[in-house]
DNA sequence: CGTTCGATTGAGGAAGATCAATTAATGTGG
DNA sequence: CCACATTAATTGATCTTCCTCAATCGAACG
């Protein structure tokens, strides 16, 4: 028998935990310390547990389609892949993006079928794995199951941290919060924090982000021009962030000077 | 070995796959009414293989708090459960809605402590089971984990539903698709569709909604006058929608009408 | 019966969409 | 290799949507 403190305990008493959800925010940070080395942890344990078949992709091939009966998970081993809705009247919305480590597919499970399109963006390496293969896997090797159960939870959790973004950032945070997260992805796995490359148009940015093109490009040159990232010369898809904590400040203050929505 | 027909093949193929997808949509129809005994189902297989702690909650009362550590994941019995994030200037922002035979607390698995408060907005009872006795359950009842990856692989698409939904609908419309979701899971757990009773303010939907209260609140006027809802008398809390179906057109229409966002 | 909280509705203003013109980069055929 | 075509990005000028502010109304509660 356990105990179950929340449960049936008194209404909110919001002023007593506030300072404890600073915690939250730190302990935040620590996971993605702690990732660097998971991804390639789990990636080899992938390897050792299922041999996975190993797929080469280019930019533009699709790695399934909504609608295709589903049967297997896919891990992501290098290569960016966005995650492509269509919306019933055949225009496209982007719902996310994967880097290295990510798995595709979860939302097959449950439906029988993929949801979204997955789209790779760049030469990449796709790893397949029959779901039910998987499962008889997990059965001899806990870690396999906990590394799933994992995944799914990070990709919970970042899709909530990119509805609220949505729903609570103003267009210039929104995509100063994009550049934020994209970088932070890579540093998780051990990249460079300050250089990305955009594998993806204005329009690809601003269909994902809620925004048109146009405001994408008025963001953009607006934080060059504080001096929040600056494009590397020839071509407007490199971008240098100097100050990543900087650019995190941006987005911050944004939330506390616009935008109220509730009270 | 198998075979990966999709992996590696030529790009995008738009012309001849836009036929095929029509038929996700009306299977998205018909995993909704396989749910309505699946909820049932899934709850008492629960019941049988763990004998989960039952607490009964009330309105305000909380279920976990951001930066809990992770011990428990909770089903819901009965009543109706937001998930809340606070932002970190201390404002909230509600990011998920729950119904009966959902699960909470997904988030937590990774970051071993949960990302959001959980707040019943209702009476209800909500079965709390420990993450390690479910991992050990599911060795001995492999529907037990079926049933585990349904419920992840459920929230990850209805949070791209709702990230679409507030990317590319018009205020209007997206009130009007929260209301469709609401009696459509109402539906999809055997209950009636034409009848919501919204425990919330026109403050707590504009949250999640991305928009103010008044927003909301002329939206509904507006879905009224069209006949499109209707509020039963004494309290405007209490809403009625004649036919789902032409709800479900009041969002479709805004989709081609307005709103391009992309090309 | 007055107070409080939530909802509605209107008027003005700001953020961002739309439209349009220009510039920059990439690709193509001669 | 260069003229030309094509696609992406930038920037400016309007216009629309939705937010903000404010007043009013209704319902619930003590």
């Not at 601003?206 to 048109?212: A, I």
Request: charged share 25%; proline share 3%.
């Amino acid at each position: 028998m356990f105990a179950l403190p929340q449960i049936a305990s008194s209404p909110a008493v919001p002023s007593a935990s506030r300072a404890s959800r600073a915690s939250a925010e730190s302990a935040e940070r620590l996971v993605s310390q702690v990732r660097r080395e998971a991804v390639a942890e789990t990636l080899q344990l992938l390897v050792r547990t299922l041999a996975p078949r190993k797929g080469l992709v280019h930019a533009g091939d699709m790695i399934y389609r909504a609608g295709d009966p589903f049967g297997c998970l896919y891990i992501l081993n290098s290569g960016l892949v966005k995650i492509v809705k269509l919306t019933p009247d055949g225009r496209e919305q982007m719902v996310g993006l994967k880097f290295r480590g990510d798995w595709l597919g979860f939302d097959g499970i449950a439906r029988a079928g993929y949801g979204c399109d997955a789209v790779a963006m760049d030469t990449g390496e796709v790893w397949a794995v029959r779901y039910d293969a998987l499962l008889v896997a997990c059965g001899r090797h806990p870690a396999l199951l906990t590394a799933l159960h994992e995944a799914m939870s990070r990709v919970i959790s970042r899709d909530r941290d990119t509805l609220m973004s949505v729903c609570t950032l103003p267009a210039d945070a929104r995509v100063a919060n994009f550049l934020h997260d994209w970088a932070q992805s890579l540093g998780a796995r051990g990249l460079r924090t300050d250089h990305i490359t955009l594998r993806m148009t204005r329009a690809e940015i601003g269909n994902y982000l809620g925004l048109t093109l146009e405001s994408v490009s008025r963001a953009l040159s607006k934080l060059a021009r504080e001096g929040m990232i600056s494009f590397v010369e020839k071509g407007r898809r490199e971008v240098h962030i100097p100050d990543l904590e900087a650019l995190a400040g941006f987005v911050q203050r944004a939330l506390c000077v616009e935008r109220v929505v509730l009270q």
